[in-house]
């Protein structure tokens, strides 16, 4: 049931009790106890909104940040993603496989200041060796949520 309480909850956290119960075959009181015990365990950390940046802000500017840093003895990356993590321009961080350590998401209000961001914030932190920054043009689809007002294609769909 867990699994069926997040899936319902990643696409509309706005769904009340009554209604997941309706949708579990549960009562109501027994769905906003199974939600609370997934905040209060921790798997549930909050909820937000998704937002067609076009129609809200068309000045607002995202970017995927590529870091390679050195990682610190005995905390590896951990020290220096929680420093970045502080800043208000950073939406998410995650440590990454492959060609480089750690992605970084940013909002700016536009281009300029996305880069200095970067230039005057991150990339002068002790460790960051290199950064590479990708603006993202435009979002199709977010967290499982369609941007784009067309209906998806399920032709390729099994």
């Known amino acids: 049931m867990k699994n069926e309480i997040i899936r319902i909850l990643q696409q509309n956290a706005r769904v009340s009790d009554k209604e ?4 579990l075959g549960i009562s109501a009181e027994e769905a906003a106890a199974e939600i609370k015990k997934l905040e209060d365990d921790g798997v ?3 909820y937000s909104v998704i937002l067609d940046d ?3 802000d068309k000045s607002m500017v995202c970017a995927t940040i590529e ?3 050195t990682p610190q003895r005995d905390i590896g990356f951990d020290d220096i993603a ?3 993590m502080m800043y208000d321009e950073v939406d998410s961080i995650s440590l990454m496989s492959g060609a480089y350590d750690l992605a970084v ?3 700016g209000n536009n281009l300029k200041d996305v880069a200095l961001f970067v230039s005057e914030r991150l990339s002068t932190i002790d460790g960051v060796l290199s950064t590479a920054t990708h603006f993202i043009l435009k979002k199709y689809k977010e967290k ?3 941007i784009d007002d067309e209906a998806p294609d399920e032709r ?3």
């Open 20 to 23: 997941l119960g309706e949708m």
């Open 156 to 158: 390729g769909w099994c």
């Open 105 to 107: 998401e940013v909002r």
């Open 54 to 56: 076009e129609k809200y």
């Open 44 to 46: 549930i950390r909050g």
């Open 82 to 84: 929680k420093t970045i």
């Open 144 to 146: 499982g949520i369609f």
């Open 67 to 69: 870091l390679k840093v």
